[in-house]
T-cell receptor, first 113, second 114 residues
């Protein structure tokens, strides 16, 4: 039972344009959502997060939007740069006892010149 | 100075063998985790320890046994390795009361069982 889903396994975007990565979840108990970025042969690194009480969080070129009613979040990268090429994982957590990060399957972003 | 370090980075071994993967964190975190990334690239939690106490134990074969000698270390021992155990194993750490800041991951151990 996959509670966090990223339905697009890959995405290709031209340098300078906007990259939009999507994520859906099913567990309404999740109260925090995070995005991780992963390069080959490295562990995932934390990128940006959002609380369920907000609908938007921005950090430089990265913005995460949350639509609680649709159980959907998205990560926008503007402008996209070649160094953004990586696998992006959406993750969610219920900040209760023994909470754990539940990950999506990832979206591979390729930023082309 | 690596925050979360795992050894070895690569491990190739035969079916039936027993092997261990070590993990150490120098972030002062009180919670550590083992995640498995399978061939479909799905990152799935296996275990979590908080202050050396097991707090999460997902449905994992009991051939897998975690051991936390102290807050900074979480090792994973695997008995009687099977082909299906081939995967990348990631160690991670976090501060239990600040999980919203995310986890810090190690660079992974690629286990190949032949």
């Amino acid at each position: 039972d996959q509670q966090v889903k990223q339905n697009s396994p890959s995405l290709s975007v031209q340098e300078g344009r906007i990259s939009i990565l999507n994520c859906d979840y099913t567990n309404s108990m999740f109260d925090y959502f995070l995005w991780y970025k992963k390069y080959p042969a490295e562990g995932p690194t934390f990128l940006i997060s959002i609380s369920s009480i907000k609908d938007k969080n921005e950090d430089g070129r990265f913005t995460v939007f949350l639509n609680k009613s649709a159980k959907h979040l998205s990560l926008h990268i503007v402008p996209s740069q070649p160094g953004d090429s990586a696998v992006y994982f959406c993750a969610a957590i219920h900040t209760g006892t023994a909470s754990k990060l539940t990950f999506g399957t990832g979206t591979r972003l390729q930023v082309t010149l | 100075d690596t925050a979360v370090s795992q050894t070895p980075k690569y491990l190739v071994t035969q079916m039936g063998n027993d092997k261990s993967i070590k993990c150490e964190q120098n972030l002062g975190h009180d919670t550590m985790y083992w995640y498995k990334q399978d061939s479909k690239k799905f990152l799935k939690i296996m275990f979590s320890y908080n202050n050396k106490e097991l707090i999460i134990n997902e449905t994992v074969p009991n051939r897998f046994s975690p051991k936390s000698p102290d807050k900074a270390h979480l090792n994973l021992h695997i008995n009687s390795l099977e082909l299906g155990d081939s995967a990348v194993y990631f160690c991670a750490s976090s501060q239990f009361d600040r999980m919203v800041l995310g986890y810090t991951f190690g660079s992974g151990t690629r286990l190949t069982v032949v």
